[in-house]
């Protein structure tokens, strides 16, 4: 049986909402180490981490890194380690109801699949696969759509074939991966959904679902309760599962698994993870 990592609630709160002493030092003592001013306060912590955040429309990969030196990018890591959001967490049973794939980029998607595959290689069981996926357009420099073309009609294929082969959103990207990936056979015969989150207009822009929104969408097609295991990765794990917590009901006992971040991972990528967890976890605490 696999034992995970302690994720969200015990990163910062103890026993739902009360609040860890050493994890908040660290907190802010990281804050210290990138010039952020607070006054130790969580609510303050919160407030000041929320400058790290993506901006309306903003994707990970147009975020600047911080200009950090090699000793404060060390000192950074080694506090991110020690809230949990660097190392891989493991699924802390081997039956689920429903296995959750989050939405990401395309090779992010195939990075949280091949860790499925590895944990279904491990014992690990589930009844379904969910996809919670949208309509965000797919970015050829960032999805690698060539390669999912390639992958799935072969790399000779050109013209008409390639051009109709292309998938447009997330959502047809998440089903052409599935489809072309190397998967366990058993596994892969699993019942699967694609759950296809619109984008919404905002003023001067399309805003695409984020983990919330494809929650939501699920839960309008009332998918009886079972045990659920979210597949993420990290950094992005905690502010995931705090989500998942908020929108489902307490019969699906949502846990995370996640694989540990890529060693290329950019300093400010943890930090707007770190931003969005405080940011869903401040309205548990308040």
Request: no cysteine.
């Amino acid at each position: 049986m696999h034992r995970h990592a302690p994720a969200s609630d015990s990163s910062i709160l103890d026993h739902s909402t009360v609040i860890n002493p050493l994890k908040l030092s660290g907190l802010a003592t990281l804050m210290d180490e990138v010039g952020i001013s607070h006054t130790n306060s969580l609510d303050s912590l919160i407030i000041a981490s929320q400058q790290w955040r993506r901006q309306p429309g903003q994707e990970r990969w147009e975020m600047k890194d911080l200009p950090l030196t090699p000793d404060q990018h060390l000192a950074v890591m080694g506090h991110l380690k020690a809230l949990n959001f660097v190392q891989e967490l493991l699924p802390s049973s081997t039956n689920y109801e429903y296995s959750l794939v989050l939405g990401a980029t395309v090779p992010g998607m195939e990075r949280r699949l091949n860790h499925l595959a590895k944990l279904w290689q491990e014992g690990v069981r589930f009844n379904k696969i969910v996809f919670l996926v949208g309509q965000r357009p797919l970015k050829e420099g960032i999805d690698n759509i060539d390669s999912l073309v390639a992958n799935s009609i072969g790399e000779q294929a050109r013209g008409k074939g390639a051009r109709t082969a292309r998938p447009i959103t997330e959502t047809e990207g998440a089903m052409q991966l599935f489809a072309t990936m190397k998967l366990p056979g058993e596994m892969k015969k699993l019942p699967t959904e694609f759950v296809d989150s619109p984008r919404v207009w905002k003023q001067n822009h399309w805003q695409r679902a984020n983990t919330r929104d494809t929650l939501i969408q699920w839960m309008k097609a009332a998918p009886t309760p079972g045990r659920t295991l979210v597949i993420s990765d990290q950094p992005h794990a905690h502010y995931q599962l705090e989500v998942v917590k908020q929108e489902l009901p307490d019969a699906f006992q949502p846990e995370v698994t996640a694989q540990t971040a890529d060693e290329g991972t950019r300093i400010i990528l943890y930090l707007d993870a770190l931003a969005l967890w405080l940011h869903n976890l401040q309205s548990r605490i308040n």
